[in-house]
């Protein structure tokens, strides 16, 4: 049934069917061992395109993580708050400074935060902004606050042109597909890496002007929500 539903709808529908059908299984809700087995890493390749294509298809990372935390049922209430780490800087590179616009004149600054839901750290942000191209009131609450920057800049009705987006673990190893003996042999015993998924983009004004440059890594909080279980 499987193989047939593949040829018709193709493979990312079978990881979502397979992951559909695990998921109605069952009563009792726990957090999922991603690890523990081929149909588990198929699942947690489900999970991780589908927050992958969330965050590709909107502008505002903080408000996708939100709606993550909502929908997964991480926290009550599921909020998304940053926690700014402080002591930290990094200066622009000069491939970030052109993608930014900028001429050595001009300021840049840098700024890390945690996005959190509830206790969980669902992501690192490492943002460079120039706060020229921001209002004084933005910069004064990201300068004195922990407020998450998409939350701070929203009022810009801002644009998110993605740069890279990486999956840094592979739940499948690669080339399992073509393996004649079948992929439970492929699959090491290894445990999840803290780090799943990093985005870099560049947010502009509506008129194009860039104004941040952001690395988001995801960690392996964004898969820690209960779901049912035989």
Not at 164 to 189: H, K, Y
Not at 206 to 216: C, L, R
Request: aromatic residues 6%; hydrophobic residues 45%.
């Amino acid at each position: 049934m499987i193989a047939a539903f593949s040829k018709a709808f193709g493979a990312g529908s079978v990881l979502l069917l397979c992951a559909s059908i695990v998921c109605k299984a069952g009563s009792s809700a726990q957090t999922p061992n991603w690890t523990g087995g081929f149909l588990a890493r198929v699942e947690a390749v489900a999970v991780l395109q589908t927050l992958n294509a969330e965050l590709l298809s909107h502008d505002s990372a903080t408000l996708t993580l939100e709606r993550w935390c909502d929908v997964h049922k991480l926290a009550s209430p599921p909020r998304i708050v940053a926690s700014r780490v402080s002591g930290v800087d990094k200066v622009p590179t000069p491939e970030q400074r052109a993608e930014l616009g900028v001429v050595p004149a001009d300021a840049v600054r840098y700024r890390r935060v945690k996005l959190m839901c509830g206790p969980l750290v669902l992501s690192e942000a490492d943002n460079w902004y120039v706060p020229s191209r921001l209002t004084p009131e933005m910069n004064k609450l990201l300068d004195t606050t922990d407020s998450p920057f998409g939350a701070v800049v929203r009022p810009l009705h801002f644009h998110r042109h993605t740069l890279s987006s990486t999956l840094l673990w592979l739940p499948l190893p690669a080339g399992w597909e073509m393996n004649p003996t079948g992929p439970l042999d492929l699959i090491a015993d290894q445990p999840m890496p803290p780090e799943l998924l990093q985005h870099i983009a560049v947010l502009t004004l509506p008129d194009g002007t860039p104004f941040s440059e952001v690395i988001e890594t995801y960690t392996d909080k964004v898969l820690a929500f209960p779901m049912t279980r035989p």
